[in-house]
């Protein structure tokens, strides 16, 4: 091979994740470069021992272009991501603006971040039975537009929602959520992180929302609860148990970094001119990025908006009022800062062996099936956008927006099962599911498939459900059916899907096609009118019917 480079030069070579050709430049080199190639081929003698080796060599270029032109496509998807401390308030009547409702790209997946959601002892109890007003609004606001609240988390003020378009839900998997509570010597959860991960079409992914310690002076505080949030929180499955180990990580929420140095009425001057740029030396997470080798991992947009604390309530004044304190003392007005932030984390790619130091022992397996994963389903992410929405007032934060497009090759692309109804449903007739695993997946006598209605919100949001196991009718090795009780049945009817939830997975893993339920027609020929019961249809009859 090395008289073969001799004779014809170097080839070029397209990196993974590049769309440039190197050393030769551009396409055009490459033509020059490839006709050189042809008149050496005609003028070498077929006797020459270089001939076979040639012939190899050009069929392993074939097999390499055909395996890059068969690879499936990259696809990209919309992340919109929201922080806001709400300090307490109740939810504001439209969420137009925060959600981008208007945009003519509409997200594939909503991450929602909410510090300080109030949590006296009432509303605990009630939250603990019922979802809280904050999640009650954006699940009635996006359901419609086909969104499904996937998984959630809550830790006392701190809220973590993750939304997604019901056409990926089959392949948002292995579902867990944990809480870390760092306030009052790690006791007391005013304080703390909460995380979601998942899987997304094979990628693994954790989102992150912390609320850390206030005031000025705390910022190397601040940097150890982050390291201890990040070191304690650990998810029970396979692939990525710490939330470093995902391929992307989010950390995002009041991380309550400050502006240090700049007096008041600078500070103040840079934000009214609209210069932030020069501000931007002296916020503390920037600062501390600098030499803290954690934090050098996470990249952030630019700043290129307004601070987002602290605020007079109902206004877009920054704190201009005076606070009593301990024995009647004036505090300090809270200087402006960026308290509410977006970051990412794009797991560090592992080096290839051949550049690895003489003095490394090697990568162990797992290192080296990610480096071979990250090649073969190379992940990007792109910030579209990153700022405050200034028109909500109902807290001293105002909230921060980041949308960021995920660049991926999918390395899952089929649900691991399908589901349909068998023949007309109503509340007349015993029904039918039939199911077909599409793939292997790790089932259990917890999976349970459940009726919808179309714009469910949520998970919890069924109708009826039936477990598979226990209500199995027949099987044999391609389709299986389920039984489900003509009682469990909505009397009313309407528009509904099935879905399959895996318990093991924490996840729907398969959803059926629409498909229209009957009004009961004995319900109606004996007068019995359907009524709306915590959210389940349930039948009661007329009054003379009773009399």
Known sequence: MEELSQLFGTMGRERSDTHSTQSTGTKLALRHRLNQLMTCVDDLDPRHGLHDKMVQALDNAFLVCGKRANKPKKDRFRL?????NVATADPPDDLTSLLHLNSPKSPDLYVIGLQEVYSGPVRLMTDALFDDPWSQLFMSTLAPLNYVKVSSIRMQGLLLLF????????????IRATYTRTGILGYWGNKGGVSVRLSFYGHTICFLNCHLAAHMKYATERVDEFEHIISTQTFDCKKAQTVLDHRLVFW???????IQDHG??????????????????????????????MLQEFEEGPLDFQPTYKFDRNTDIYDSRRYRTWFGFNGKKRKPAWTDRILWRLLPAAPPPEEQDESDVGLDVRELRQLEE???????????????????????????????????????????????????????????????PLQPFPSSTWDWIGLYKVGFTSVSDYITYTWVKDDEVAFNEEVIQVYVDKEEIPVQGGECVLC????????????????????????????????????????????EVWN
């Open 80 to 84: 919109h991501m929201v922080t806001w």
């Open 163 to 174: 939304f997604s378009k019901l056409e990926h839900v089959p392949f948002i998997r292995d």
């Open 252 to 258: 995002f929420g009041d991380l309550n970094f400050r």
């Open 264 to 293: 008041m009425h600078f500070v103040r001057t840079c934000i009214s001119d609209e210069k932030y740029n020069l501000l931007w030396s002296k916020d503390q997470l920037t600062m501390l990025k600098k030499k803290e080798e």
């Open 374 to 436: 990250d090649e073969e389903y190379p992940l990007k992410v792109r910030q579209e956008f990153y700022t405050s929405i200034m028109e909500y007032s109902v807290s001293d934060h105002k909230p921060v927006i980041g949308i960021f497009t995920l660049v991926l090759r999918k390395i899952q692309t089929t649900p691991l099962v399908r589901l349909q109804p068998e023949g007309d449903w109503s509340a007349d007739i015993d029904s039918m599911v039939l199911y077909s």
């Open 500 to 543: 399959y939830f895996c318990s093991t997975l924490q996840s729907i893993i398969g959803v059926s096609e629409p498909f229209k339920v009957n009004e009961s027609k004995v319900a109606i020929e004996e007068g019995l009118l359907p009524e709306k019961i915590n959210g389940l249809d349930q039948t009661v009859a007329r009054e």
